[in-house]
């Protein structure tokens, strides 16, 4: 690890990428961006990986360092072609700009025309977590179209919009789904925007939200039986404080209703109330719904078309689960614990990725739907074994085979050309 110079990773990675897409011909018209962090179990004494800080951990592990990983990946098979690692304690939206200015110089060097196979501008998907005025001031500059979100919550007119304005996209691809087109500033700039309505995502919302009603109602319960009983010695502001921290989950407060009287600790009581009118008001007005905004004209892509390419960020969340796979291609553990190695790791990590979805890729082509690690078993199955022949004198004869193939192991040996590697007769 120590021969390859930290400074020359990303050229590494770009001639590996630039190769990849002219031999396997990966199509670039679509790509997804996103970022994910790691924990590692390095010191917290160690001061030769600031790679690696305390921050908001993805995996729940507030306890250990963490380091980020952002990937570019096309949704054409998912396949890697920017990554970028950073510090852990460093926000996501402040890796946009580095990503996207890589990303850019990538593309035109993998296509001079700056455009993808039939002429069109690339198009990067991305999620709300990426928004701000800075990172809309470089897209705009940039040869890239995009697609992107924005908080339902932060505008309230749109969401208050009338059923009847919200049409079906597409029937057969997006079952449930209904959408209605606008245009509004956003940004800096007059965007056009595509209001959805998903039932699906509507009914886990629904559920979600119940779910965490009825946890909070357990929380006020408890308390509220604590305070009936005289035992409890916090001063008024401080029950208040405990009552506002069971209502903070999103929307709670909108819909729980209390009351705390008395002035002493021992004369607090509590009443509250579940107003299942705001419940219904909450429930039309947000579940489901989904602000997508581009800066393509509707001429080029209807709306159809940008529902699917928001929803092509799937693939990426793919590959960030692949590589918290414990077993396969995985990122941890990660036994190094200085910045150099820890960035190695992490090439090698994003190109273990990359051999995984182009040989997913390669096989779904074929007709062979399988998982990463579905194909990777199948393959682990197909070994070789010795068979020892012993003859009436001299020393055993040996004899090299292939063990036995299931149909899908057959198809797979001969779409990689696996009979160049087995032992010949």
Known sequence: ???????????????????????????????VL??????????????????????????????????GLGLVVSVDGGVPLVSHAYPGNKPDVTQFATMVGELVARFGALRPDDAGPNGERL????????????????LDGSPLHFVGSLPPSDHPDLLAVTRDRYQ?????????L??????????????????????????????????????????????????????????????EIEIAGILAPRWVSRVITWTLTGQSPAELRLSFHTNDEARAALEDELFGKRILFTDKAIEGAPT?????????????????????????????????????????????????????????????????????????ATLAGIQETVLLYQGDRGRPRARRILTEKDATASRLYDLFGLDTYAPKR
């Open 1 to 31: 690890m120590d021969a390859i110079d930290e400074t020359q990773l990303p050229e590494i990675e770009r001639l590996i990428v630039a190769g990849m897409v002219e031999t396997f011909q990966v199509d670039l018209s679509g790509l």
């Open 34 to 67: 996103d970022m994910t962090n790691f924990a590692t179990w390095i010191d917290s004494g160690n001061d030769r990986a600031p790679i690696v800080q305390r921050g908001h951990s993805k995996q729940k592990r507030a306890d250990l360092r963490i380091c």
């Open 123 to 138: 198009t990067l998907v991305y999620d709300a977590g990426q928004n701000s005025d800075d990172n809309y001031v470089l």
């Open 168 to 176: 079906v996209v597409d029937a057969e691809r997006f079952v449930g």
């Open 178 to 239: 209904t959408a209605f087109e606008t245009s509004k500033a956003v940004y800096g700039k007059k965007r056009r925007l595509v209001v959805c309505h998903s039932d699906g995502l509507h009914a886990k919302q629904s559920r979600g939200f119940d779910q965490t009603l009825a946890k909070a109602q357990r929380q006020l319960a408890v308390l509220q039986a604590r305070l009936a009983r005289g035992k409890t010695r916090k001063a008024k502001e401080k029950v």
């Open 304 to 376: 159809a078309q940008i529902v699917a390419e928001y929803r092509s960020q799937e693939t990426v969340e793919g590959d960030f689960r692949q590589m918290k796979d414990p077993k396969v291609v995985s990122f941890s553990p990660m036994f190094h614990h200085t910045d150099p190695k820890i960035r190695v790791h992490v090439l090698y990590c994003v190109l273990a990725l990359m051999v995984a979805r182009l040989m997913v890729r390669q096989a779904d082509q074929a007709g062979i739907h399988l998982s990463v690690r579905r194909l990777l």
